[in-house]
């Protein structure tokens, strides 16, 4: 049976699988342009780092393109640099332009100006009818088990069915897609493909260090929890040093430096530094997010052989009668 093809805008990739954007510094271009090289869609995050060297990535993920393939930015619309950020990238032409923890008009009107795909990552179907209007080719509709901040305290294959009900445009699922069987399940729910995040840490081309992917790798069921960062939002982490000195919410942790990157913060701690520490290798006193089902993963491959594991599996099970995957 034939692969449904995922269309946004332009983009039509080989595989209907987005790879998620991940702060700070996890996806880069070496993650980004590996997930495109193999048919996917790419994202580079574009929070935590600046604007020079946003741009050096956007034109190090393109010198690595082995042919067509799909590049886009996300910033994290709570970042103080948000418009800078995405206005940079509109300026080197990416393919698309993706964020998520609340929704930017201005996005909007700047893709306008520059005809590229505007996503928007939505946690209920409310907010993706508002993206529609405003002018989204598509929404990622992001489930409670998404590593990182989360929207919402409901489940993915709750939200899902509403939001396809709600919009015309492409509904990508997110938080705690794994494997082809998830794959499948959310296009038969109506999604026309996913964002995979968690699952990408774990692969070579990964741009986080060795011993942030292998937090991921030795991580059991019972090791994520939920921390309230100084966005203002719950964050799903891996337990850590780190994660428990912020469990107790009225207790602040030193800031060595204010970066004042963010548009309102609570100040109890460094949301901002206490990511770089784990991408600078300290991942015991440092914020490792992660989705609920890390504990999946058993091992570091390369980004062709996930995605190929993927899709194997994907036209397998695809091959059941209908039904038979939301049961």
């Known amino acids: 049976m034939k692969v449904p093809q995922l269309k946004?805008?332009?983009?039509?990739?080989?595989?209907?699988?987005?790879?998620?954007?991940?702060?700070?510094?996890?996806?880069?271009?070496g993650l980004a342009s590996a997930v495109a090289n193999a048919g996917g869609i790419g994202i580079i995050s574009g929070t935590g780092i600046s604007i020079d060297e946003l741009r050096l990535h956007i034109r190090?993920?393109?010198?690595?393109?082995?042919?067509?393939?799909?590049?886009?930015?996300?910033?994290?619309?709570?970042?103080?640099?948000?418009?800078?950020?995405?206005?940079?990238?509109?300026?080197?032409?990416?393919?698309?332009?993706?964020?998520?923890?609340g929704i930017s008009r201005d996005m909007y009107a700047w893709r306008k100006a520059a005809s590229i795909p505007v996503i928007s990552i939505v946690s209920s179907a409310k907010l993706a009818r508002l993206s529609e209007r405003l002018g989204a080719a598509a929404v990622v509709v992001e489930g409670h088990e998404a590593g990182g901040h989360?929207?919402?305290?409901?489940?993915?294959?709750?939200?899902?069915p509403e939001v396809v009900?709600?919009?015309?445009?492409?509904?990508?699922?997110?938080?705690?897609?794994?494997?082809?069987?998830?794959?499948?399940?959310?296009?038969?729910?109506?999604?026309?493909?996913?964002?995979?995040?968690?699952?990408?840490?774990?692969?070579?081309?990964c741009d986080a260090p060795l011993s942030f992917k292998e937090k991921y790798v030795q991580a059991k069921e019972e090791?994520?929890?939920?921390?309230?960062?100084?966005?203002?939002l719950q964050g799903r982490a891996i337990k850590n040093a780190f994660s428990e000195l912020i469990a107790d919410q009225e207790r602040k942790v030193k800031i060595r430096k204010c970066q004042d990157c963010l548009k309102n913060c609570s100040y109890r701690f460094c949301t901002l530094d206490s990511l770089v520490t784990s991408m600078n290798g300290d991942?015991?006193?440092?914020?490792?997010?992660?989705?609920?089902?890390?504990?999946?993963?058993?091992?570091?491959?390369?980004?062709?052989?996930?995605?190929?594991?993927i899709m194997d599996e994907f036209r397998e099970v695809w091959e059941q009668s209908p039904g038979a995957l939301t049961c």
């Open 223 to 232: 090791d994520t929890m939920l921390v309230k960062t100084t966005v203002g």
């Open 8 to 29: 946004i805008g332009h983009m039509m990739p080989k595989v209907p699988i987005m790879q998620g954007g991940m702060g700070v510094g996890i996806s880069l271009s």
């Open 283 to 309: 991942c015991e006193n440092g914020l490792v997010f992660a989705g609920a089902r890390v504990h999946e993963i058993k091992e570091i491959l390369p980004v062709k052989t996930i995605m190929n594991s």
């Open 165 to 205: 009900e709600a919009v015309g445009i492409p509904v990508l699922a997110a938080g705690g897609i794994m494997n082809g069987k998830d794959l499948a399940r959310a296009i038969e729910m109506g999604a026309a493909g996913v964002q995979m995040g968690t699952r990408f840490v774990a692969s070579e081309e």
């Open 150 to 160: 989360l929207g919402t305290d409901r489940p993915l294959f709750d939200i899902l």
């Open 60 to 101: 190090k993920a393109r010198e690595s393109m082995q042919g067509e393939g799909y590049i886009g930015v996300n910033v994290l619309f709570a970042m103080n640099d948000f418009a800078q950020k995405m206005k940079a990238a509109i300026e080197e032409k990416v393919d698309f332009i993706i964020s998520g923890a």
